[in-house]
C-alpha cells in the first residue's frame, strides 16, 4: 500500500492528498503517517509547497470527518440501540448502555473531537457518536479542522526536515500508533469489566 500511495501522490500532487486524507478518514487502514511525512518530502524536489499540503490534508480530513459525521446523524441512535439489542449480548452490551454512551458522550465527549484528531484509527471513528449526539455541526467542524491541521502540520513539517528519510518517521510512528491501540484496548477492557461488575452487584441486590 506504502508504493501506491507514494505513486498516487507523485502523480496527483494537491489532488492526490485531499483525497488520500478523505479516503484515510473513511478507511482508517490508509495510513496518513505515510501520507503527511512523504507529503513533506515532495515539497523538496517538487512545486508543492508545505502549507498547500498541510492545507489540502486537512481540507480532505475535514471532508471525510464530516462524511462519517453525517452517516452518524442520519443512522440515529435509535438505529444503532435496535442493533445493539439484538446482537450486544455477544459482549454483554444491552441497548441501554448505547444510551448510557451517547449520555456521557453529550457531557464530556465534545472535546474528544478535538483530541481524538492525533490518535490513530479512533480520529476516524469518533466522528460517527458525535454526529449521532447531534454535536453542533459548526463546532465538531471547528474541533475538527483545529486537530487535524495540528496533527497534519506535525507529520509534513517533519517529512520536509527529515527529506530524503522521511520515511524514518514510520517506526516511530508504528511504535505510536502500537501505544495507543494497547492504551484504548486497556481503557475499553476496563470499561466492560466496570459494567460487568455493575449488574452483578445489581443483580445480587
Not at 34 to 56: E, R
Not at 88 to 106: A, I, P, Q, S
Amino acid at each position: 500500500m506504502v508504493d501506491w500511495i507514494i505513486q498516487f501522490m507523485e502523480q496527483h500532487g494537491y489532488l492526490g492528498v485531499f483525497m488520500l486524507m478523505t479516503l484515510e478518514n473513511l478507511f482508517p487502514p490508509i495510513p496518513s503517517e505515510v501520507i503527511l511525512p512523504f507529503g513533506g518530502f515532495l515539497t523538496t524536489y517538487t512545486s508543492l509547497s508545505a502549507l498547500g499540503v498541510v492545507i489540502l490534508a486537512t481540507s480532505g480530513s475535514v471532508t471525510g470527518a464530516i462524511l462519517l459525521y453525517g452517516a452518524g446523524y442520519f443512522l440515529g441512535i435509535d438505529k444503532v440501540a435496535d442493533v445493539v439489542d439484538k446482537w450486544g449480548g455477544l459482549l454483554r452490551l444491552k441497548k441501554e448502555d448505547v444510551f448510557k454512551t451517547l449520555e456521557w458522550f453529550n457531557k464530556y465527549g465534545v472535546w474528544t473531537v478535538l483530541l481524538c484528531r492525533m490518535i490513530p484509527l479512533v480520529r476516524s471513528l469518533i466522528s460517527i457518536p458525535a454526529g449521532m449526539s447531534g454535536m453542533n455541526f459548526t463546532l465538531f467542524v471547528s474541533f475538527t479542522l483545529f486537530g487535524t491541521f495540528t496533527w497534519n502540520l506535525l507529520l509534513v513539517t517533519a517529512g520536509v526536515i527529515l527529506g530524503e528519510s522521511w520515511s524514518d518517521i514510520l517506526h516511530y510512528m508504528h511504535m505510536y500508533s502500537a501505544l495507543t491501540y494497547s492504551f484504548t484496548g486497556f481503557i475499553f477492557l476496563l470499561l466492560m469489566i466496570w459494567i460487568y461488575l455493575k449488574r452483578k452487584k445489581l443483580q445480587k441486590r
